[in-house]
Nanobody, 124 residues
Framework: EVQLVESGGGLVQPGGSLRLSCAAS????????WAWFRQALEKEREGVGA???????RYADSVKGRFAISRDKNLTTLFLQMNNLRPEDTGKYYC??????????????????WGQGTQVTVFS
């Protein structure tokens, strides 16, 4: 079973940036969706974005143009670069993996493997 470990969360002011990392115990390959989700207090978990193929990414409308997903050259770490952060980006961010077939990338129920999460707080 693949292990996912997130890091890089923290406190940041609006307009600031953070880069989250997700270290995977297996290669990040195109067989799966490799996604970032977030969950704010008392809200449902929502998809932020995902790597859906080699160099092919998808994003929620709320983060398009501000967030970017990439992976390292060793294909074992997934990144989420977050720029121009807003208070509504606050939440716990999770890395997750899912088999692609029959699911859209943003459907949380497709994901069987999750990391423990890292907290991002954007405050004035």
């Amino acid at each position: 079973e693949v292990q996912l470990v997130e890091s890089g969360g923290g406190l940041v002011q609006p307009g600031g940036s953070l880069r989250l990392s997700c270290a995977a115990s297996e290669y990040i390959n195109s067989e799966y969706y490799w996604a970032w989700f977030r969950q704010a207090l008392e809200k449902e978990r929502e998809g932020v974005g995902a790597m859906v193929g080699i160099s092919d990414t998808r994003y929620a409308d709320s983060v398009k143009g501000r967030f970017a997903i990439s992976r390292d050259k060793n294909l074992t770490t997934l990144f989420l670069q977050m720029n121009n952060l807003r208070p509504e980006d606050t939440g716990k961010y999770y890395c997750a993996r899912a088999l692609k077939y029959g699911w859209h990338w943003y459907e949380a129920q497709a994901y069987k493997t999750w990391g423990q999460g890292t907290q991002v707080t954007v405050f004035s």
